[in-house]
């Protein structure tokens, strides 16, 4: 497994540029699955998990090509025979928004059977809310073996209120409507930037939706979709942990390619941390030459502070002077992050929903594990400050939802760089 192995200690000047959101090109690309015609995204980050979602379409029959070269960040998806509509467990356990497959394969084929995600790192992930949803669509719904399985003559439009917020859950629904017969009215649906992406990706399909990005979203269904050309929105989160790091090591960063309208919540939050940040329409600057003070958070659904920026705006609070209290209200355990930043000499208690970070506390180099997505990218800010050496393993969990981080940040001066696994070299064969 790969290792990434930091010097911390240089500050990250210069200019670096954010990728494709991978939370609004994984619902895209299942939204090809409603039309047997050919959608065209740009701006498709490479990374892991849209390699699983490329692997998840191709095994129901869909060809999904990913470009290479110049074109390397589009794909072009034909699903014009889709044999067989299932999500296996195999690929759906490493990557659980594979369930984003639920809704457009009943809408699309009158049938599904998708695994049931199981938990991960950082909760126990259930998707009752999306098959309570499909339900009320007029899915028959069984589940047995540790699948779901779904079907229906055709969907018809109803109402769904969400019991809670959220984003998959809305996506799932969205594409499932856009099919359905008559219209379908959702409630207390998630405002997420990605959601309104692939609502956007659905109309220009020929889908006719309303309100996508506000709590109420009107779905009117037609027969049929046809295929598209769309441009995924920048990654809001790579852009978050990118300024972040411009914080945290006291640099002046230039983050280009981004949307800083999506990024509200985190903008006002550093500035009460004294951090001072420029705004373009695609970029932030962000200068972290003053000193750090505390700063609480609440994690929330869109527009509020992100869940998945919560660990990396932990790293910061380490170096920052004072308490910060950080509540994660969204997962039930999302400070995986927290004993890994305590060994590198954080100062920090978890209590049930609450993390207290007391800084500022001076962090040295150590070996570390990363243990899911968010959490890494956490790892690998508190390594550009600590002194000496930080080692992390396991780094495959970046890889799913951050291209080539490596290369960006030693664009920008970070001393980092990627240690494969050193495979025993195969005796040479004797001629
Ligand atoms: C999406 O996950 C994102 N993933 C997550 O990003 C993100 O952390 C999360 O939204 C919250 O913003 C993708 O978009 C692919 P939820 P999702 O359904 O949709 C509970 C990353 O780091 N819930 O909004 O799975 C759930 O347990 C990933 O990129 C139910 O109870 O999250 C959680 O407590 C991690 N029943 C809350 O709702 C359901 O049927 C919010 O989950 C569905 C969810």
Known sequence: MDKFVIRGGNPLLGTIRVGGAKNAALPCIA????????????????????????????????????GYGRAQHRTTISCRNL???????????TMRASTLVLGPLVARCGRARVSLPGGCAIGARPIDLHIKGLERLGAKITQDHGYVEASAERLKGGEIVFDKITVTGTEDLLMAATLAEGETIMQNCAREPEVEDLANLLIKMGAQIEGAGTSTIRIKGVNKLHGAKHAIIPDRIEAATFIIAGALTGGDLNVVGCDPQHLGALLRKLEETGVKTKQTADSVRVMGDNPLKA??????????????????YMALTTQAEGTSIITENIFENRFMHAQELVRMGANIKIEGRRAIVRGKSPLSGAAVLASDLRASASLVLAALVADGETIIDRVYHIDRGYENIEEKLRGVGAQIRRIGEILPKKAAVRA
């Open 295 to 312: 700063a609480d958070i609440v994690t929330e659904e869109y527009p509020g502070f992100p869940t998945d920026a919560q660990a990396q």
């Open 83 to 93: 044999a067989s509509p299932e999500a296996s467990y195999e690929l759906v356990k």
């Open 31 to 66: 939204a090809a699955l409603l039309t047997d015609e050919p959608v065209i995204l740009e701006n498709i980050p490479q990374v892991r998990d849209i390699e699983t979602t490329r692997k998840l379409l191709t095994a129901m029959g869909a060809e999904v090509e990913l």
